[in-house]
């Protein structure tokens, strides 16, 4: 079997990463999912109290009600955190990848460059 071409390389390193940053969409929409049913459900609930505190707890911090919003919202801004180096990862690899297109490779893998490409550019145009 042949080694994959520089476009291809080019191509999956993109695809690789427009997927990596829908996971870690997905993943803050789960986080602000539980912070949110967790709030509503410590006026509804005895032990949701104790469920925030499990949060903290976890962690070995003393229980404190400002403490606990901290560690509720911590891992949504490590999350968060982690676009603009996503997008800047993207943005590289696009140029990589339009550079290689540039040349000449077979049309099959010229299709799936320019698919990435669209990928990649509406992933930045979404997060920007």
Do not use: G
């Not at 550079?99 to 460059?113: F, G, M, W, Y």
């Amino acid at each position: 079997m042949a080694p994959p071409s520089q476009l291809a390389i080019a191509t999956s390193a993109v695809e690789r990463l427009v997927k990596e940053e829908a996971s870690y969409h997905k993943e803050l929409e789960q986080q602000q999912a539980r912070i949110e049913k967790l709030k509503q459900t410590s006026s509804d609930e005895e032990n949701a109290e104790w469920n925030l505190k499990q949060e903290v707890l976890c962690f070995n911090l003393p229980v404190d009600p400002m403490v606990v919003d901290a560690m509720q919202n911590r891992a949504m801004d490590e999350t968060k955190a982690m676009f603009p180096q996503l997008r800047n990862r993207i943005q590289e690899s696009l140029a990589k990848l339009e550079h290689q297109l540039s040349e000449q490779n077979s049309p099959e893998e010229v299709t799936k460059a320019k698919e990435a490409v669209a990928s990649a550019k509406n992933a930045i145009k979404e997060t920007s």
